[in-house]
């Protein structure tokens, strides 16, 4: 949508939050045609920080980076029970010049933690989550996986623990569309014989099933390692 005449959009300037409205599963439930996919309903946040500050300095030469479009892919995060989805964008240094092509074409993401030291702290404490190379782990989930390892917990058993509440929270939703479809039974749709979508796997990746993502041990271990090479 077209942001307002501070560059904001709607979602900052009309609801005040970094995180886009999400319909509760009760109305989902309540439309004619009711899919699992529709349930699945996953969480996006949408980071912006340019808008809301003065001036972000490039890392480089201490120019301000300008808005230089989306990145068409969103990040996917883990966290304790569910993904949510980051949408960003990335920001043009119109006076530093790339290495290989020797043009102003130098961008940084906005999640780059290069970007993010540099905003003002309560805006950068508003980043929901700790990135991997192509992925990322919320911060709550990344404060119970620091916790887990300094108790003595293993990598294999944190992504055991957090297989099984994202399977919890799958089997709650399979759980309530199959008490909808029952409550169903006294509708024209029992006696004309309609039938209902089945509700995928956890894992099924097909093109109605909900791809849901666990990380290995090996991905937590490797997130906690590099947070403690960062801060040493």
């Not at 409205?21 to 920080?49: A, G, I, T, V």
């Not at 995928?200 to 791809?211: M, T, Y």
Request: hydrophobic share 30%; with cysteine.
């Amino acid at each position: 949508k077209s942001r307002d005449a501070s560059g904001l959009p709607p979602l900052y300037s009309d609801d005040e939050t970094f995180w886009f409205p999400q319909k509760s599963m009760f109305f989902f439930l309540q439309r004619q045609s009711c899919s699992p996919p529709q349930l699945y309903n996953p969480r996006f946040f949408l980071w912006d920080p340019e808008c809301l500050c003065n001036h972000i300095p490039c890392p480089n030469c201490n120019q301000s980076l300008q808005r230089h479009g989306e990145i068409s892919h969103p990040r996917r995060c883990v966290s304790l029970d569910s993904t949510f989805w980051i949408i960003s964008y990335r920001y043009r240094c119109g006076n530093c010049f790339h290495p290989r092509t020797n043009k102003r074409t130098v961008t940084f993401r906005s999640w780059d933690p290069r970007i993010l030291a540099v905003l003002p702290p309560a805006l950068a404490a508003e980043f929901p989550a700790h990135l991997t190379h192509r992925s990322g782990i919320s911060n709550v989930l990344f404060s119970w996986m620091r916790s887990c390892f300094q108790s003595g917990m293993g990598s294999k058993q944190i992504s055991d623990a957090v297989r099984t509440q994202h399977l919890l929270n799958h089997d709650v939703l399979h759980l309530q569309y199959l008490q909808h479809l029952a409550l169903r039974k006294s509708s024209l749709d029992y006696w004309t014989g309609r039938k209902y979508e089945a509700f995928l796997p956890f894992e099924d990746a097909g093109p109605r099933g909900r791809h849901g993502y666990i990380p290995s041990p090996r991905w937590f271990r490797d997130a906690y390692d590099g947070y403690i090479e960062e801060h040493q």
